[in-house]
């Protein structure tokens, strides 16, 4: 069993402080961007928007979300925090029902509860990673061969997405660009950890500043990033946000995961139970985030219930006589009334001769 010790629920805590600020975030900055009314928008090429104070708190939701994101992975293991940033697409979603009027469908609503189910089973079965508590060992794991050869096949296959598949498949399938940010995005996780542990040292009185490891995390950083919004933003410009984001969390969590795993042996430890129960918390998450995205603009009517859930027809008062007439089409006769009368005409003419 995991020990949830200080460090564990602070990051637990931090992960999921920063899912209610980052889904806050959008229905603020969203309402900032309704109150507009008339005046130039920002699909528009308009900044009126930097005059309204909820815009403003929007971002300040949204920085405060990023910075508790960002510290919890100097307490909690990577393969934790992150599915748990799927609860900010929940967040966004229930308030944006409640306060922007927006329709959260049957789909919508199964796909929040799944969604909850899945962060509460990983919380539950969460791996307890080693112990990396300075720079000097965080040095020591980038040093193994396992992670450099992970680390390679990385940067070779984005650049092959990049400037071979790119150009040919970038426009027709949504894999190309959504890969390389994932890909891409599982070395930026791991510069936030160590940057992190830095941080942790900095602040205990430790001369880190000194050590070319957190400048270099720094660096490395600041270049994963970069690479992640242009090549996220491509696959959002040209291919449905309700296809993108839901590929991009599957795909993203994915290659974390497995980036943990192999930097930080976050599953050597685990027993067969934790490893199920972590696995399967994390399909529950993306069949929820599946069903949120995938059916958000499909209406849901009580035509499309089976007949026998629909109103009306499911009274068990309705007498046998108006049960009758919606008799299936088992019980209808298999030639027309026509056809019938002609058959056994033909047959009195047969037994007259």
Sequence with gaps: ????????????????????????????????????????????????????????????????????????????????????GALSVLVSAVLSSIFLNEQ?????????????????????????????????????????????????????????????????????NVLVYVLVCSAIGSLSVSCVKGLGIALKELFS?????????????????VICISIQINYLNKALDIFNTSVVTPIYYVLFTTAVMTCSAILFKEWQHMVLDNIIGSISGFLTIVSGIFLLHAFRDMPFTPSLLPLFLQPGRADPHLPWSSADRHQSCQHQPLLPSEDKGSQSAEEEEEEEE
């Design 205 to 221: 009185g430790k001369p880190v500043l000194k050590e070319p490891l957190g400048w270099v995390l720094l660096v490395c950083l």
């Design 104 to 172: 959260l469908n049957v789909h919508g609503k199964i796909g929040c509860m799944l969604s909850i189910l899945g962060s509460t089973v990983m919380v539950i079965h969460a791996p307890q990673e080693e112990e990396v508590s300075s720079l000097e060992s965080m040095a020591e794991k980038l040093k193994d061969p396992g992670f450099i050869v992970f680390a390679v096949c990385v940067l070779v296959s984005s650049l092959l997405l990049i400037f071979v598949a790119g150009p040919r498949y970038g426009q027709s």
């Design 1 to 84: 069993p995991v020990a949830m010790g200080t460090g564990f629920g602070a990051g637990l805590g931090l992960a999921l402080a920063s899912s209610a600020f980052i889904g806050g975030s959008f229905v603020l900055k969203k309402k900032g961007l309704l109150r507009l009314c008339g005046r130039a928008r920002a699909g528009q090429g308009g900044h009126a928007y930097l005059r309204e104070w909820l815009w403003w708190a929007g971002l300040l939701c949204m920085g405060v979300g990023e910075a508790a994101n960002f510290a919890a992975y100097a307490f909690a293991p990577a393969t934790l925090v992150t599915p748990l």
